[in-house]
């Protein structure tokens, strides 16, 4: 891409496109994948520790922080020992999260977390979500096809269209709208 047909996307004020990924990690910026990318054969706690690495983080400071990602993900505490591959689709998303979680972000890109998994998963791993958006003042953009789903956790939303925006914004306001269903369903 060249300087002139490039979007410029700016985190804490500069620009991010061409740049270093384990410098925006340090920066606060992480990405968990639309799909589940663990490391099948490490165990759960493994892959959640390998995120504190990037922080350079002592062993106690280590473990204090893999406290914090249990406490938000409860079920991962009993699956600490068990090889990820070998853990539900949520499990895995959770992992995912909380692995990102580790390198104690600001800016969390969440793509697609609902794909795939069952309503009360997904239902659970948005309710963790709000709370840390809303506790740990952790940003949250989602890119995510379940517009339900989506516009219940959402405060802000923008309905693209083939890379455009076609719609955006206060979640409550585009509710209100009345034809954010024909844009979705594509009747527009």
């Not at 099948?40 to 106690?60: P, Y």
């Not at 791993?125 to 379940?146: G, K």
């Not at 989506?150 to 409550?172: C, E, F, H, N, W």
Request: proline share 4%.
């Amino acid at each position: 891409m060249t300087p002139a047909n490039r979007r410029t996307i700016k985190f804490l004020g500069r620009d991010t496109v061409g740049g270093d990924p384990s410098v925006r990690v340090r920066q606060g910026m992480v990405h968990v994948l639309e799909d589940l990318y663990v490391f099948a054969q490490l165990t759960v706690e493994d892959i959640l520790r390998s995120g504190g690495f990037v922080r350079g983080l002592s062993r106690k400071d280590l473990a204090a922080d893999l406290e914090r990602i249990y406490a938000w993900f409860p079920r991962l505490k009993t699956k600490c020992k068990t090889q990820a591959g070998l853990t539900s689709g949520g499990e895995q998303q959770m992992v995912a999260i909380g692995h990102a979680l580790m390198t104690r972000p600001t800016l969390v890109l969440l793509d697609e977390p609902s794909m795939g998994l069952a309503p009360i998963i997904v239902q659970e791993i948005f309710d963790i979500v709000a709370q840390l958006n809303r506790d740990e003042q952790v940003s949250f953009p989602i890119a995510e096809q379940n517009i339900n789903v989506a516009l219940k956790y959402a405060s802000q939303a923008y309905v693209l269209d083939t890379g455009r925006v076609v719609l955006s914004g206060a979640t409550d306001e585009l509710l209100a709208r009345g034809d954010l269903h024909d844009f979705y369903l594509g009747k527009q």
